[in-house]
């Protein structure tokens, strides 16, 4: 029997609920508290997250778990008579009774049995989401990642706000540094959406600037202010009205559709598209102790706006952490290793955005922008609780199978099917004509099936790789060498241009110790040579109808900064101009 992910659990017997306390049950149902997330993790076991703190039921019942460990926090559900369900813990074969503070041990009789409802909330639609910096329009300062500040200029990521409308009309208002939410207690930041706390509407007022609105606090009612540390309560007024100015990506979200004349035609080896380099960890959602945000953070945009900025390639690499998958950014460092001498032996890092919600921004994404083509790489994965068995960390086959079951149902219809032997043969027409996605895994995965719309990497074959060093003289020329060394002529594949830096040992200890230097900065002395570099190459023949990159993958996909749609349309424009000219030479 299939069980919801959101749900309440109710006794059966006294009809009182479990809650965000151990030793309590609520006599009523209210969420966030009485709302429970169930994580499977196959053979009908779950861990049992409640949404309002994040903590884990466990096998010590009168005390809640900050993460899932072992079997002492995952339970065996089982249906029993008239729609009713016994929940065993894994570890010590004890049941959830009418007692909150209590396991019960032996047969389970009537004060073990619960009863789970599904529970909607109101959801997010993504699809609607928009971008923007929220300035007051008394004193013309911006929202930023602060919640007690206001900063005089709409500075990006630090002003960058996303506005995620729900279907009770409300909105989410996250700020896109941090990726926290404004609540009703103005002061501090929430990490999720758990209450009408962190919802507002936006109500509009008439004003020559227009764009603009009161900004209502769903909970207690109070509005937005000029002082960023304050709401106020009553009638709004001037200081209350907020400007919301667009963050404008029309041009970058689209490029691949609004330029079908140069490229619908071509197969994916005869175009170039960015990249993203670690996708998934533009920001934190766990970390151990050396993981800092110094030497983790790749990206400063989430998966929507990466997209949005025109990457067509994201990189992926999978976690199972706590009972669901997020993406992580990691080293494994060996006790040889330079970095063994100041770090524990073992694995440093940390886990990212939610798997789920990253594919749910690629799925609003592409319901958007419906001419766009997005390959997804999923690599490196990690079970993260077994992550220092070096020869058993990976995921089991049931794992595997959980995994490939969410890519499914998330991106369902957008996913490319078909049979192909060599994707990067087929043209961009041909591909959009079956989907959107392609959902590349790795050689051997369990659940590879591409008549469902999942692929192995083979079938995407491709060529090169990162540089492994932190000086920009030495990363150009190795990529330009590894570009050099791998002809089209006769051959379909894609040629992957790696444009990051990478910290040395030095840099990594420096970063994880004192936050400095960080990927981030590295990043951005990267990207600032990027276009200058490609520019030289294609005026002086380096990139030409044999040797010319298919995807430009970087740190911080920002066009501002990285100029890689540009770049690749004129790649594709100097491959399609060559390879004509190379055709017209032939005989007849």
Not at 117 to 132: N, W
Not at 429 to 450: Q, W
Request: aromatic fraction near 8%.
């Amino acid at each position: 029997m299939s069980l919801p992910k959101l749900c309440s659990l109710q006794n059966a017997d006294n009809k009182k609920y479990r809650c965000n306390h151990a030793t309590k049950l609520a006599s009523d149902y209210k969420p966030p508290q009485c709302l429970f997330e169930l994580l499977p993790y196959g053979n009908e076991t779950y861990a049992i997250k409640n949404v309002d703190n994040g903590e884990f039921y466990q096998n010590h019942i009168r005390s809640l778990a900050s993460s899932v460990k072992g079997d002492g926090q995952l339970w065996t559900i089982v249906p029993e008579a008239e729609g009713t369900f016994t929940i065993q813990n894994v570890e010590n074969g004890e049941y959830m009774t009418s007692h909150a503070g209590q396991l019960h041990k032996g047969k389970p009789g009537a004060n073990e049995h619960w009863v789970i409802e599904a529970r909607e909330e109101a959801k997010p639609d993504l699809k609607a989401s928009f971008y923007g910096f929220l300035k007051n329009q008394s004193n013309n300062e911006y929202r930023c990642n602060h919640a007690s500040q206001l900063k005089d200029k709409p500075v990006v990521p630090n002003c960058l706000t996303k506005f995620i409308p729900y279907d009770d009309g409300t909105v989410a208002i996250q700020n896109q540094d941090n990726y926290e939410f404004f609540q009703s207690s103005i002061l501090t930041m929430a990490d999720r959406v758990t209450s009408d706390a962190q919802k507002w509407r936006l109500i509009e007022v008439d004003s020559e600037e227009g764009n603009t609105f009161y900004v209502k606090n769903v909970q207690n009612e109070e509005y937005m202010t000029s002082k960023a540390s304050q709401l106020h309560a009553g009638k709004p007024g001037k200081d209350e009205v907020w400007v919301i100015e667009p963050f404008d990506c029309a041009q970058t979200s689209s490029w691949m559709s609004s330029n079908a004349a140069l490229i619908g035609n071509k197969p994916l080896s005869e175009i170039c598209l960015p990249a993203s380099h670690d996708s998934g960890t533009y920001k934190r959602t766990y970390h151990t102790q050396y993981g800092t945000q110094a030497v983790t953070k790749t990206q400063i945009f989430d998966i929507q706006m990466q997209l949005m900025q025109g990457a067509r390639k994201l990189d992926l690499r999978p976690a199972l952490w706590n009972g669901d998958f997020y993406t992580a950014h990691y080293t494994d460092i060996s006790k040889d290793s330079g970095l063994a001498a100041t770090f524990k032996v073992g694995f440093q890092g940390a886990a990212g955005v939610a798997l789920s919600e990253a594919l749910e921004q690629v799925a609003a994404f592409i319901e958007n922008n419906q001419g766009e083509l997005v390959i997804l790489k999923f690599s490196h994965f990690i079970d993260w609780a077994k992550r220092d068995d070096r020869k058993d960390n990976g995921l089991s086959a049931e794992q595997s199978r959980l995994f490939i079951s969410m890519v499914r149902d998330v991106l369902g219809a957008h996913l490319i099917t078909g049979d192909a032997t060599n994707l990067s043969s087929l043209t961009v027409n041909e591909l959009l004509t079956k989907g959107n996605v392609i959902a590349l895994m790795p050689n051997g995965f369990e659940g590879i099936d591409s008549m469902a719309g999942i692929w192995a990497i083979d079938q995407l074959p491709g060529e090169g790789g990162y540089s492994n060093t932190n000086v920009l003289e030495n990363m150009v020329a190795n990529q330009e060498k590894k570009l050099t060394s791998h002809s089209h002529d006769n051959k379909s594949f894609m040629m992957n241009i790696s444009w990051q830096l990478t910290l040395d040992t030095t840099n990594c200890i420096s970063g994880a110790t004192l936050g400095t230097p960080t990927i981030l900065s590295y990043a951005q002395k990267a990207n600032a040579a990027l276009s200058p570099t490609l520019s030289e190459w294609l005026v002086h023949g380096v990139i030409n109808g044999t040797y010319y990159p298919n995807t430009l993958q970087t740190d911080i996909c920002f066009e501002a900064q990285t100029q890689a749609v540009a770049l690749s349309l004129a790649v594709t424009r100097q491959v399609e101009r060559l390879l004509h000219e190379r055709q017209e030479t032939l005989p007849a």
